[in-house]
């Protein structure tokens, strides 16, 4: 075999390229058949009735099992107040939207944060409402049996200065739930509390990290609990006045920890911040948040715990390329060492742009890149912009969902949702195109009762420029375009030799199968971009042959060659 003109046609490639070639057959590379079509997410619109401000997002969501969720979120009224609301999910149906907090919201600005369900019908919902002095105040509502309960305020008495928040919840079981958040003293400095219910009654309020928040910038961003008094939390705090560190807190046996500053050694420029924390297993956990550089660039890390113990902090930079900020928004853990995190990063040229990374046993990495194309309900691929992934959910090892808000230029900002199998990260799925006329809509919340299982949460803006939540699911593992720009290698007549295809989209779920007579092909490596295939040839056929290589549901790349 000596040297062949090869021309790659159709499919995402569609381009001519010369190069070696030597093979006696055709090839057919394959996602799971699950991958093969993309089907259009169902999508149900949340407090319309009551959205009649005009201004609605759905900003936590909690799935205990299929079928049975907790969502939660604001609307505005007619008066353009902002009033908090909760929404369950039973057997598959969701019901009526319920107001949380509207007695006490006389300020008119009320939102739930976060939302964990321990299990069926027990759930609770945290955020913030304001009252007849304009100050915030932090809230808790619980669901027991079904029912949600009345409205509770927590860290009233710790704040003075009037602007608390509850931003996150975690609940082990019914009645064990740990609640965080800030509030502020009468100095106006702001300083992190935790609440605790321990079998079904809620605790006073505590400060925590307030020996290191000199310079009041509290806050607990993540908490998590995989048992019965066993807990971590993620916050940041301020040693002095403009300057931000991160730090960990862990509860084992109901005891907790002293804060644990993390980063600082990466933090030299003194802004760190810090976002989820994930618990596969109780002293086992991770956390992720961005370090600010010398040069006043921000960029990633996680540190991870093992065995009870933080380690060390990596900064997740080699394969950013030309970033100029990055940071991590979410993290989520399928096991102990199986932990993903994901985030976005902006480049020199401005473009705000999205990665994962995973973890491997104690290994992190590589970031790579994510979300670079969109695919519509027709099936067309659409080149991204600009990214930003606002959650992530990683119910099994391999299986992970993420979303956010796309855009693609001419179509504005799309809502998405992504979807990792063994076989590698799929292409961006946008939801509610045909509702969000008004072309700005966003996922905000992700969770996964099981893999394929999944329930988000966000907003669209519909024709007379109006947010409106949503929740969604019914999301697919959409196969990345087939693209195919170098094959060389060369082949005796008969005999084997090695093949190496050089281009994107390839998955670890592909199969082989040579359709000429006489020929056989067995995959040695791969990577998203290289294949490395051992061909066997029992029978010269010269003259051309095509050689077609596809994914199932696009068009397939074909390579022309001359076999001699």
């Known amino acids: 075999m000596r040297g062949t003109v090869v021309r790659i046609r159709g499919g995402a490639a569609n381009r001519s390229v010369v190069r070696r070639l030597a093979l006696s057959g055709a090839l057919l590379l394959a996602w799971p058949a699950s991958a093969a079509a993309s089907t259009s997410p169902s999508l149900v619109r949340i407090a319309t009735a009551l959205n009649t401000g005009g201004a609605a997002m759905t900003t936590a969501v909690s799935c205990p099992a299929q079928g049975a969720c907790a969502a939660g979120g604001f609307y505005t009224d007619a008066t353009h107040n902002h009033e908090a609301f909760i929404v369950s999910q039973t057997d598959g149906v969701w019901g009526a939207p319920q107001e949380a907090a509207t007695a006490y919201n006389l300020g008119g600005d009320a939102s739930v ?3 964990s369900c321990a299990a069926v019908n027990s759930c609770v919902a945290v955020g913030f409402y304001t009252d007849a002095a304009q100050h915030h105040q932090a809230f808790i509502v619980e669901e027991t049996n079904g029912t949600w309960g009345a409205t509770q305020s927590v860290a009233t008495a710790l704040n003075v200065g009037g602007d608390a928040v509850a931003t996150t919840v975690s609940c082990a079981a019914a009645g064990s739930c740990v609640v965080g958040g800030r509030f502020e003293d ?3 400095a702001r300083h992190a509390f935790i609440v605790e219910e321990t079998s079904g009654t809620w605790r006073n309020a505590v400060e925590i ?11 607990v961003t993540s908490v998590n609990c995989v048992a019965v008094g066993a807990c971590a939390l993620a916050g940041q705090y301020a040693p002095r006045a403009q300057q931000a560190q991160a730090f960990v807190m862990a509860e084992a046996n109901g005891v907790w920890s002293k804060p644990q500053e993390v980063a600082g050694a990466l933090n030299v420029g003194f802004d760190a911040t810090i976002g989820e924390v994930a618990c596969p297993a109780a002293g086992n956990c991770a956390v992720g948040g961005s370090f600010e550089t010398s040069a006043h660039t921000t960029q990633p890390f996680v540190v991870t715990q093992t065995g009870g113990h933080w380690g060390t902090p990596v900064a997740l930079t080699s394969h950013i390329r030309g970033s100029v900020n990055a940071d991590i ?6 096991g102990v060492g199986f932990c993903s995190a994901t985030g976005n990063y902006t480049t020199s040229a401005g473009a705000t742009l999205s990665f994962v990374a995973t973890q491997t046993a104690t290994s992190w990495g590589p970031e790579l890149p994510v979300v670079a194309e969109l695919r519509s309900p027709a099936g067309a691929y659409v080149a991204v912009t600009g990214s930003a992934v606002q959650s992530l959910a990683c119910p099994a090892a391999g299986y992970c969902e993420i979303g956010g808000q796309v855009s693609t230029g001419p179509t504005g900002d799309q809502a998405f949702v992504a979807v990792e199998q063994p ?4 292409i961006a799925q946008p939801i509610a195109p045909g509702q969000n006329v008004g072309h700005d809509a966003t996922v905000l919340s992700l969770s996964c009762a099981a893999p394929g299982e999944c329930v988000a949460g966000g907003r669209f803006t519909d024709a007379a420029s109006h947010y409106q939540a949503f929740v969604s699911t019914g999301f697919t593992a959409v196969a990345p375009p087939l693209q195919v720009t170098v094959l060389r290698g060369s082949v005796p007549a008969t005999g084997a030799a090695m093949l190496v295809v050089i281009g994107s989209g390839f998955s670890a779920g592909l199969t082989l199968k040579v359709v000429e007579p006489g020929a056989s092909a067995q995959l040695v490596s791969l990577s998203p971009t290289r294949l490395v295939i051992r061909l066997r040839a029992s029978v010269h056929l ?12 696009q068009l397939p790349a074909r390579v022309t060659y001359v076999q001699h």
């Not at 307030?210 to 509290?218: I, K, M, S």
């Not at 076989?423 to 799929?426: E, F, I, L, N, S």
Request: hydrophobic fraction near 40%; aromatic fraction near 2%.
């Open 113 to 115: 944060n976060s939302i």
């Open 186 to 188: 009468s100095s106006l």
């Open 209 to 219: 990290a307030g020996g290191l928040d000199a310079g009041g910038g509290g806050l």
């Open 329 to 334: 928004t979410a993290l989520s853990c399928a």
């Open 423 to 426: 076989a590698g990260w799929g």
């Open 542 to 553: 010269p003259g051309r042959h095509i050689l077609t290589i596809a994914e199932p549901g």
